[in-house]
């Protein structure tokens, strides 16, 4: 079974942006406007020989206010339950925040392999403000999603994390049929795919415009 890295963190930390960073692609909207990523968002990637699937999701709401808060609350935790390792994303720029302590602790409640990552490190001379995360890891992982510094350490110790792949002597399938479902705002695109998915995949609400990315599944 392909290893699940799940990628996690306030709104607009930077967690779309190393998501993008470790699959190749941009696939993830990134927008300097906080709530823009929703729902899970699923990509392939691959590091020293050792294939998994990244998820980025949306950013811990400070409080939940509404049904659309509480959704995205529940796709993030969705992500942690099914992930073998948790990248805790965090912004070195704004330095630790109380309820980034509350999280730290709900993540380690969870039993999973967590690595604090604390984003918008663009060079060595920023590295002082790890200091900061002391609290939450011993060994806070610096990183630039947007330049790539320090991702290639946070993978390296990351893929070591994964369970031994299991032997199997099945002859590979063939590649899956891709179908796209697409439609005006608010004509019940999520509904059709959670239903045909049999799970909640994708946040459902009354609002246009819920879904922003391109959902993979």
């Known amino acids: 079974m392909t290893p699940i890295v799940a990628i996690v963190g306030r709104q607009n930390v930077g967690k779309s942006t190393l ?6 692609q941009k696939k993830a909207i990134t927008l300097d406007v906080s709530g823009v990523t929703r729902d899970r968002h699923y990509g392939h990637a691959s590091w020293n020989g050792k294939e998994f699937v990244c998820v980025d999701t949306g950013g811990f709401p400070s409080e939940v206010k509404g049904s659309l808060e509480k959704k995205v609350s529940e796709q993030i935790e969705l992500a942690i339950h099914e992930a073998e390792v948790i990248l ?3 912004d070195g720029r704004s330095g630790l925040l109380p309820e980034e302590k509350e999280i730290g ?16 490190i663009d060079e060595p001379m920023h590295e002082g403000r790890l200091a ?3 609290p939450l890891s011993k060994n806070p992982m610096p990183v630039s999603g947007e330049h790539g510094y320090g991702v290639a350490d946070l993978l390296d110790q990351v893929v070591e994390k994964f369970p031994l792949p299991e032997t199997t002597t099945e002859k590979p399938e063939s590649g ?24 909640n995949r994708v946040v459902v609400h009354d609002m246009p415009g819920t879904t922003r990315d391109a959902t993979l599944t």
């Not at 039993?111 to 604090?116: A, D, L, P, S």
């Open 19 to 24: 998501f993008n960073r470790i699959i190749g």
């Open 88 to 90: 805790f994303v965090v």
């Open 105 to 120: 602790q709900r993540l380690r409640m969870s039993g999973k392999t967590v690595f604090v990552v604390v984003s918008k």
């Open 132 to 134: 900061d995360f002391y």
């Open 176 to 199: 899956p049929i891709r179908i796209a479902i697409l439609g005006r705002p608010n004509v019940g695109k999520s509904s059709l795919l959670n239903e045909l998915l049999g799970e």
